[in-house]
């Protein structure tokens, strides 16, 4: 789905969330991969929903890929992670009214970590200049991870996963398929790409009289 960032409920073009809560609700307990974006509230968000999936028994296994070496400030590393998890100890930083929810989020990711079922993973590929068409020759065992065989969905999360999952394919050449337009991934995995985004890197947006259903002049907008 795209939209721009001031009303997102007022701008969706293409709004697929029917269609992923389809997939996601026939997961019968397999698991799924998260590919972070931003670290601080995005992560946060990112860590309550994999507690959901978890804690309705959606998922047995929720995957969380973060950069070793973030490209930019904001992106999510392990020691934003591990931060992050040591901060829901500390009272101070939420308001008052969440205090019992976030204690027992605290007590749940703590669980889930220690069962294996909640696992941060850093790749080094996630930090390399290659696009993700490349995963099969340079990171074959992440694609085989990554693939439906081992995961039931895998979530990309950001501008910059978005850009590199996508090849960074202008608008002037999306009136294809996503599947095709993310090469391997889109043959061997159950993907979606979620990002927002200043610039032409727009997949699957295109009515039927040729036409973009996105007018990104006035981004930003996400998918």
Not at 38 to 55: T, V
Not at 75 to 89: C, P, Y
Request: charged share 25%; aromatic share 14%.
């Amino acid at each position: 789905m795209a939209y721009g960032q001031t009303k997102p409920t007022q701008n969706i073009s293409t709004n697929i969330i029917d269609r992923l809560w389809a997939i996601i609700s026939r997961a019968n307990g397999a698991s799924l991969d998260i590919v972070l974006g931003g670290s601080g509230q995005e992560l946060f968000r990112d860590i309550a929903y994999a507690d959901f999936l978890l804690q309705t028994g959606l998922a047995s296994r929720v995957r969380l890929h973060g950069k070793r070496r973030p490209y930019f400030v904001s992106e999510a590393t392990k020691g934003d992670f591990e931060w992050l998890f040591r901060s829901l100890s500390d009272k101070k930083l939420f308001p008052v009214a969440s205090h019992e929810y976030i204690e027992s989020l605290r007590r749940r990711v703590n669980m889930y970590r220690s069962a294996g079922r909640l696992v941060f993973e850093d790749h080094p590929f996630w930090s390399t200049g290659y696009t993700f068409w490349d995963l099969p020759i340079q990171a074959p065992d992440l694609f085989r991870q990554l693939s439906l065989s081992n995961s039931h969905l895998v979530l990309f999360k950001g501008e910059l996963n978005y850009r590199k999952l996508t090849h960074h394919i202008s608008v002037k050449d999306s009136a294809v398929s996503f599947d095709q337009k993310i090469g391997p991934l889109g043959y061997y995995g159950r993907i979606i790409g979620r990002a927002e985004f200043e610039m032409p890197v727009v997949v699957s947006f295109w009515r039927k009289d040729g036409e973009p259903l996105v007018d990104i002049s006035d981004g930003p907008f996400g998918v």
